[in-house]
């Protein structure tokens, strides 16, 4: 039995949510590679999202 109970309780909470990233939302798929690409929305959104996280 571990000492950290916390730990034990909590394994099942994601970190991160991928529900808005870029590559959730595909319009196109690369036949070859398998690539997604991603709709014109979600690429603005993406990159708003980085400019304004930005140290």
Do not use: F, L
């Not at 730990?7 to 398998?34: C, F, L, Q, R």
């Amino acid at each position: 039995m571990a000492k950290n109970k916390y730990k034990e309780k909590h394994m099942d909470v994601p970190i991160e949510n991928h529900d808005t990233a870029a590559w959730a939302n595909t319009s196109k798929m690369k036949p070859k590679s398998k690539v997604n690409i991603p709709d014109e929305v979600q690429v603005r959104n993406a990159k708003e999202y980085v400019d304004t996280n930005q140290k």
